[in-house]
């Protein structure tokens, strides 16, 4: 079963923020918190992870919360492009990353 | 860089004929990964490879399955014999560093996958 929650689907105007929200309270101190996502029949694609820092990218921001039992993935200005299922993925165990069901994010017009 | 390939990007075939997929990660990572995607089941790993190692294989669904990493630039993963059930996208990825690790290099880049349908 999959680590982290996550609300399945969110809608976002074009060229507002878009922010996806990860519930993870079972982290532990050394789980790394990965954001993947997936356009419609392509493969998945890497975003952005960290560990407790926030951190940014060309793509997205990460805020991570003081106690990381929650993360948000935010897209500062989202464009039709970014419509897509979200992935929020906390290291499983060993070596085996669960993907869960992910958030469905509709960018609109 | 051409990305992660896999082939053949459609498959069609009858129950009980064996399949192959193909998958050649990018030059210079060090793992490699299978998923397959339903929609019931989601995206689920079914194999992970570190130096062409296979590291865990937990999540190949029966002995039908069989994955093998001759070289740092190829893998397959085979069924046989295919069932209905198998039909799915699979995925390849590969990272430059294990999953293991967290730090930079551990992200996953995957291919464009091959959509398997077993009649």
């Known amino acids: 079963d999959a680590k982290t929650t996550q609300p399945p689907s969110m809608d976002c105007a074009e060229g507002r923020a878009a922010n996806l929200p990860c519930n993870h309270s079972t982290i532990s101190g050394n789980e790394y918190v990965y954001w993947y996502r997936q356009i419609h029949s392509q493969g998945p694609q890497y975003i952005i992870h960290g560990l407790k820092n926030n951190e940014t990218n060309e793509m997205a921001s990460l805020i991570i919360t003081e106690d990381r039992k929650s993360s948000t993935l935010i897209l500062p200005h989202a464009t039709l492009r970014d419509t897509a299922v979200y992935y929020c993925i906390v290291r499983v165990g060993s070596y085996i990353p669960t993907f869960g069901r992910g958030t469905s994010l509709i960018v609109h017009p | 860089d051409a990305g992660v390939i896999q082939s053949p990007r459609h498959e069609v075939t009858e129950m009980g004929q064996e399949v192959t997929l193909r998958c050649k990660p990018i030059s210079g990572h060090n793992s490699l990964f299978w998923y397959r995607q339903t929609m019931m089941r989601g995206l689920e790993l079914l194999i992970y490879f570190n130096n062409n190692v296979p590291i865990d294989d937990s999540g190949m669904p029966e002995d039908r399955f069989s994955a093998k990493m001759p070289n740092a630039s190829f893998s397959t993963l085979k069924i046989q014999p295919s069932e209905p059930r198998d039909s799915a996208v699979y995925f390849c990825?590969?990272?430059?560093?294990?999953w293991g690790y967290g730090t930079r290099g551990s992200e996953q880049f995957f291919g464009p996958g091959t959509r398997l349908t077993v009649l």
């Open positions: 990825a590969s990272s430059p560093l294990g």
